[in-house]
């Protein structure tokens, strides 16, 4: 018993045997009806390493194998008993071949007729399509024929017009179909030639479509020639009643003969008829097209005159066809008369007659003529029933070749150079030049101010602004502002810096007093308000159509440019104050004759003040008491100048004097030396001058004096010296011991 058990598999440490087949493999996959082989190892290969799922496989099959054989071994018996169980399988086939070979048979005779029937069947639908398209062409051309036969009979039907326009009754004839043997007056003949041409023209339009559809065949193109000829009569007959109804306003063949032209799809027709027949003629009576016709016509390039003319005879000779054909509901909104009529012959006769109408280089004469044509052009407008035709109107060939036969480009750039140009030419002078307004602190006073001004309005005059361009001046504004507050600034600097040459048109502040200073504060200062306010106004005046973001963007930007010049007044006070300063430091350089006066000398001490003190704040006081200052300097701005130069002055002043005094005491320490050596070798005592007053003593005085009468002219000026830190210095500096710490006058 112990043989017949199987053998038992090996385990591992964990008590599972070691040929255990893992997780992933699941042998229940293979059982399944779907089961894919690719798609089962696609999905096991992305987690499972190629070598362990091959040797799972193979350790499978081994396993299937060796179970397949056991199975066989165990019921051994039945599957040799298998094949003795099959008796008489060869009778068994036979007698059930006969039966399904019958069957196979009858199928085939069965699917035989069906082919056959189904293939006549088709044959028959086939023939009948045919024969239907066939039909559908013959009616087709029998259509087309019969049409033509049509056409050619009404237009032989047609009413003869008058020949003599004038004649408002004229009689038809009895063989006129149409009279019916009636007498019949001009007006009924023209509409009833303008009906029976409608129809006429009804008829055409069904023939081109018969014709689009029956292209390449032989009868339509035998028939092309009579179709072509009958076309052509339609377009003559057509042209002369619209021609004749024209001439005598008769409305009711005008909108017979607009509704033929839209039949048949030729609205040009109708628009060059109306051109040549009444626009052309008026027009060419205003602006004459050849040499000889323009002795009777206007002379010029200006278009004003000649366009209020047009206007009348639009209003008097036009209209009536105008209102026709814009009326509601009259399916006449294909034509565009006011393009194509008459503004193209308008564009026409100024192409002949004025060509030098469109020409900018005559800015002024130019954009009169601009505006007068923006004016015809709305006027034009006004004829539109909607927004629509407006927007229609405005899309048209002819209106926008209208439009580009004015540069408005070449027009700006010409009005930049002379704008531009100006200011320029102005700010390149090499000094600054003002201007005689009989003290009338309320203007300008320098040339390049004014001419900046100008500038600026001229960019936003009537004469010499196009709203079209209005980004193109704006611009130009700001970059007239920008060009004025970089003379300003260049010509600051360089005058601080030393190098006026090295900039074209900073050279004006080297011959610059501070009385001219005056002036550019004056005049930054009136331009900073007039940039915040009446100029202001009037951009946002003229562009008040813009959108509110729009005009804060302007708004901004013109601001921003009225900062970048206020933001200059100090460095123009700046500089004021410095050219006010050299002027004085002049005077204060004598301050080192002091030392010459009491060097080496027997002097005793001063008791007044140097003469030079007096001289000192003399060029600040004569500036700021000068007719320019008083006049256009604010009291506040006066003050600040004042103040400013007062407390530079006096720094510098502070600076010579201490400068002085320890060059003094320096001196004297090393002469002292001197002597008591002397003193000493001659064997006498060497105090024998302490009791003497020293010169660095009378210097000191002599300071203290001078210092007490700057600071007198100092109080009447309007300053308070004590308040200034460098003359307390100064003071400290050059004051006995014991007033050090009181200062008083």
């Not at 397949?68 to 165990?74: A, G, K, P, S, V």
């Not at 029956?214 to 042209?239: C, H, T, V, W, Y």
């Not at 814009?326 to 034509?335: D, E, I, M, R, T």
């Not at 350089?589 to 007096?614: C, W």
Request: with cysteine; aromatic share 8%.
């Amino acid at each position: 018993m112990a043989d017949l058990l199987p053998p038992r598999s090996p385990i591992d440490m964990f008590g599972d045997p070691i040929d255990a087949q893992p997780l992933w493999f699941k042998k229940d996959a293979f059982l399944q009806e779907n089961f894919d082989s690719e798609t089962y190892i696609a999905d096991l290969r992305t987690f499972v390493p190629f070598e362990n799922f091959r040797s799972e496989l193979q350790s499978y099959i081994s396993f299937l194998k060796h179970e397949l054989i056991e199975l066989i071994n165990r019921d051994y018996g039945d599957f040799v008993n298998l094949s003795t169980n099959l008796v008489d399988v060869d009778g068994a086939i036979l007698r059930m071949r006969a039966p399904l070979t019958e069957l196979r048979e009858r199928i085939s005779q069965f699917r035989t007729s069906v082919d056959s029937s189904l293939a006549a069947l088709q044959n028959g639908l086939r023939q009948r399509e045919e024969a239907s398209a066939a039909r559908e062409i013959l009616e087709l051309l029998l259509d087309t024929f019969h049409v033509v036969s049509k056409v050619e009979k009404l237009i032989k039907e047609l009413p003869e017009l008058p020949t003599d326009l004038s004649n408002e009754n004229v009689t038809s004839t009895d063989n006129d179909p149409l009279s019916n043997g009636y007498v019949v007056n001009g007006t009924n003949v023209r509409e009833t030639q303008s009906i029976l041409l409608e129809r006429i023209a009804s008829e055409m339009n069904r023939l081109k479509f018969y014709m689009a559809h029956a292209q390449d065949l032989p009868f339509i193109e035998n028939m092309e020639k009579r179709i072509q000829s009958a076309s052509s009569l339609l377009d003559a007959s057509l042209g002369r009643c619209f021609v004749y109804a024209l001439e005598n306003r008769d409305a009711n063949a005008i909108y017979n003969c607009l509704r033929a032209y839209a039949a048949i799809d030729n609205t040009n027709g109708a628009e060059e008829v109306f051109r040549t027949t009444i626009v052309s003629p008026l027009i060419r009576k205003i602006i004459p097209h050849s040499s000889s016709e323009a002795l009777v016509g206007t002379l010029g390039n200006e278009l004003e005159k000649d366009y209020r003319q047009i206007m009348q005879y639009i209003d008097k000779e036009c209209k009536f066809l105008l209102e026709i054909s814009s009326s509601a509901n009259s399916g006449l909104h294909v034509f565009d008369f006011l393009a194509n009529s008459i503004l193209k012959e308008v564009l026409l006769s100024i192409q002949r007659g004025k060509p030098g109408a469109f020409s900018p280089g005559r800015p002024m004469e130019f954009l009169r003529n601009y505006k007068s044509s923006l004016g015809l052009l709305a006027y034009l407008e006004g004829y539109c029933p909607s927004r629509s035709a407006v927007a229609k109107f405005r899309t048209e060939t002819v209106y926008v070749e209208f439009m580009k036969q004015w540069n408005i480009g070449v027009y700006f750039s010409l009005r930049f150079q002379e704008i531009a140009g100006a200011l320029d030419s102005a700010l390149m002078v090499s000094s600054i030049t003002p201007v005689s307004n009989e003290g009338n602190s309320q203007e300008l006073t320098l040339k390049q101010s004014i001419t900046l001004l100008e500038s600026l309005r001229s960019c936003w005059r009537e004469d010499v602004l196009v709203l079209s361009c209005s980004d193109k001046f704006l611009r130009l504004s700001l970059q007239l502002l920008s060009r004025y507050s970089t003379w300003l600034s260049s010509g600051l600097a360089a005058r601080k810096g030393g190098n006026a040459g090295s900039n074209p048109g900073s050279d004006w502040t080297i011959s610059a007093t501070p009385e001219n200073f005056i002036y550019v504060m004056h005049d930054v200062d009136y331009l900073v308000n007039e940039l915040g306010n009446d100029f202001l106004d009037h951009i946002l005046q003229l562009l008040a159509s813009c959108s509110s973001e729009v005009l804060d963007l302007v708004k901004q930007s013109i601001l921003q440019c009225g900062k970048s010049l206020k933001d200059l007044v100090p460095s123009i006070r700046n500089t004021m104050i410095e050219a006010l300063v050299e002027k004085s430091v002049e005077d204060l350089r004598q301050l080192k004759g002091i030392t010459a006066t009491y060097r080496m000398t027997n002097k005793p001490l001063p008791v007044r003040h140097s003469p030079y003190v007096s001289g000192v704040l003399r060029p600040l006081k004569s500036f700021l008491d000068g007719e320019r200052a008083t006049t256009y300097l604010t009291e506040e701005t006066r003050k600040i100048l004042l103040l400013g130069a007062a407390t530079k002055i006096t720094d510098q002043y502070h600076e010579l004097a201490a400068d002085l005094v320890n060059v003094t005491r320096r001196t004297e320490t090393s002469l002292q030396r001197l002597r008591q050596g002397a003193m000493r070798r001659a064997g006498a005592s060497s105090d024998v001058s302490d009791q003497n007053v020293s010169e660095t003593d009378k210097i000191c005085m002599q300071l203290f004096l001078d210092v007490q009468e700057y600071g007198r002219n100092l109080a009447a000026i309007g300053v308070a010296a004590a308040d200034i830190p460098a003359y307390r210095s100064l003071w400290q500096c050059v004051a006995p011991s014991d007033r050090q710490t009181t200062i008083n006058f």
